[in-house]
Structures are given as structure tokens and as C-alpha cells.
């Protein structure tokens, strides 16, 4: 199961440490931040890791940025809802294993741009799910994004 070996450390960092430090100092757009950290972590990877097969640059971050934005959101929401971890380790292993194996297994060998890790249909896919979610916390009045945990330390 080699995707959980790569989303665990990235996961505890992002989800389990910084985002929420973060939170508890007040840092608002701090899902924003989160996002841009992790494109710059992932951009010497997209460039020499053989993401660049559409040879354009600018779709290739274009998709990248559109795809962490849900996939933040997503993971994010899930792991403060659920006030686990887990819930954002799961999420982008399964994003991992659908874009790595599964959408090139049952599509064929496509795009990198429509199939590939930060192509259009997982990133749609991410998409999709986070909108479902937004406009689910919009009917019930509550916030997209829970409280952070874990909870602030009392003043």
C-alpha cells in the first residue's frame, strides 16, 4: 500500500500540526496558507516527477492549486469534524490510490491532465465532494470548517 506510506507524514504535518497551530493562533485564511505550503512542497515533485507530461506549466499548477483547495478543504473538514487525523490520512490515500491505480486501471491509459493525479477527474471529483459539503453546512447553519482541534488552550 505504498500511497499510506507517502500521505502519513505529509498528513501529520499538514492536517496534524500545522493547520492546526494555525487555527489556535487566529491566523485567519489559514486553509489558504495551508494550500500554498503545500503546492510549494509539491512543485520540485511536479516539475521533475513527470507531472508536466501535458508540457504546460500553468495547466499543470492550475489543476494542482484547484485540486489542493478541495482536497484542503476536504481533509481539513473531516479531520476537524471528526477531530481524527485519520480522517485526512484516509482521504488522501484513497486520492492517492483512485489517481494512481484505480482511474488509470478502469479508464486506460489516458491524459495526465484528465486521469492523472492532479488531472481533471480526480480533482473534479475532490471538487464535487467539497461543494456537496459546503452547501450541506450552508442548509444546516453551521460552518464549512468546524472549530479547530485541537481546542485552544483557555485563557
Known amino acids: 500500500m505504498r500511497p499510506a506510506a507517502w500521505t502519513a507524514p505529509e498528513e501529520l504535518g499538514w492536517r496534524g500540526y500545522l493547520q492546526p497551530r494555525l487555527d489556535q493562533l487566529g ?9 500554498v505550503i503545500e503546492i510549494l512542497y509539491h512543485a ?4 521533475l516527477g513527470g507531472y508536466l507530461a501535458s508540457g504546460s506549466l500553468a495547466t499543470t499548477f492550475g489543476l494542482a492549486l484547484l ?3 478541495a482536497g484542503t478543504a476536504l481533509w481539513t473538514y ?5 477531530q481524527s487525523i485519520w480522517v ?4 488522501h490515500t484513497l486520492h492517492n490510490a483512485f489517481s494512481q491505480t484505480i482511474f488509470p486501471k478502469v479508464f486506460g491509459a ?5 486521469l492523472g493525479e492532479i488531472g481533471i477527474l480526480p480533482v473534479s471529483c475532490a471538487l464535487v465532494v467539497s461543494g456537496a459539503l459546503v452547501v450541506l453546512a ?6 464549512f470548517l468546524p472549530l479547530p482541534w485541537p481546542a485552544p488552550p483557555s485563557t
Open 27 to 35: 491566523v485567519r485564511g489559514s486553509l489558504l496558507i495551508v494550500v
Open 44 to 47: 520540485p515533485l511536479i516539475v
Open 67 to 69: 485540486g489542493k483547495l
Open 78 to 82: 473531516g479531520t476537524n469534524r471528526l
Open 88 to 91: 485526512a490520512f484516509w482521504f
Open 110 to 114: 489516458g491524459s495526465p491532465n484528465v
Open 138 to 143: 450552508r442548509v444546516q447553519h453551521r460552518p
